[in-house]
């Protein structure tokens, strides 16, 4: 684990987002598998440390684009769960009023202005909103996620490409869990390293361990402290493991038992918790209680969403087109 000094504040912090993304995800998986209601969510359980080191990193007016894998993500940047659940089980409630799904949450007031389907393509839409900080005379930065997966695809190198040609205040952020839906990492590139894939853009890359929260928490720091000061993009690799499928239901055939029962037994939230016992920043009643509180609060979200109604067939059109009454032709 990182060495770091975050501070019992900032610890807490992460902490409360690793415990509250498992919860979301290990119910929203509940609740699936025995038909209590109807969804598919790409489960990030296990990856839990980055968002909540990326989240605690950015400030809220930084910018944060993700992927279908990314309601962790959504969560450590501030994302409310009904909103991240609404969206999820298709209600009302949700962030863009149940007509998004699972795979396009977006929260602008909290600075999550894209969440994408479609993989790699996140990328050159991060870039563009750095490009508009740049013009808008602000120092946000903006932070992109993904998988190691997008890091094969075209736009992924477009839009490192143009960021380092730029030097845009752009994180590009890699979710390293070794698989790309279904394919392990060594059958899709040749490179060992995610991170030395920066090279070819003269852009700084760093591989951290994505199992420490800390340890991305001072990564993407630096990496947004750069971007601020005019200093161009960079590369962050964080290597970690996805505990479940790639998607909920998903038998996982594909993948090793051994490396699974390995990365199970070091999963990062009790990692953490000990690391914040023995460091003595945080006192067992008090991580009981965050863990307690994670469980009550997705529990309070998901009866909020289930009476909530799902979208009115009105809505069918409504946010696809702008309104242009009274503006002249």
Known sequence: MSTE???????????????????????????????????????????????????????????????????????????????????VLGRTAGASGGKGGTMHITAPEVGVLLSTGIVGAGVPVGVGQALAARQQGSDRVVAVSFGDGATNTG??????????????????????????????????????R???????????????????????????????????????????????????????????????????AAARKADPIPRYRQVLLDGGVLTDAELTAIEADASARVEEALRAVLDSPVPDLGEIDRDVYAAMEGIPA
């Open 5 to 87: 000094d975050v501070g019992k504040d900032t610890a807490g912090r992460m902490y409360t987002t690793m415990t509250l993304a498992a919860a979301c995800d290990e119910r929203l998986r509940r609740g699936i598998g025995r038909g209590e209601f109807a969804a598919v969510i790409w489960p990030h359980r296990g990856q839990e440390a980055i968002a909540a080191g990326m989240g605690a990193a950015l400030r809220a007016d930084d910018r944060l684009v993700t992927t279908y894998r990314g309601l962790h993500d959504l969560i450590g940047k501030g994302v409310p769960l009904i909103e991240v659940i609404g969206e």
């Open 194 to 260: 995610v991170a030395d894939r920066a090279l070819g853009y003269a852009m700084p890359g760093e591989r951290v361990d994505g199992n420490d929260p800390e340890a991305v928490h001072a990564a993407v720091g630096r990496a947004a402290e750069r971007g601020r000061s005019g200093g161009g993009p960079t590369l962050l690799e964080c290597v970690t493991f996805r505990f479940e499928g790639h998607y909920s239901g998903d038998p996982q055939k594909y993948m090793p038992p051994e490396q699974l």
């Open 155 to 192: 736009s992924f190198h477009e839009g490192m490409n143009l960021a380092a040609t730029w030097r845009l205040p752009v994180v590009f952020v890699c979710q390293n869990n070794l698989f790309a839906e279904m394919t392990p990492i060594a059958e899709t590139m040749r490179v060992e």
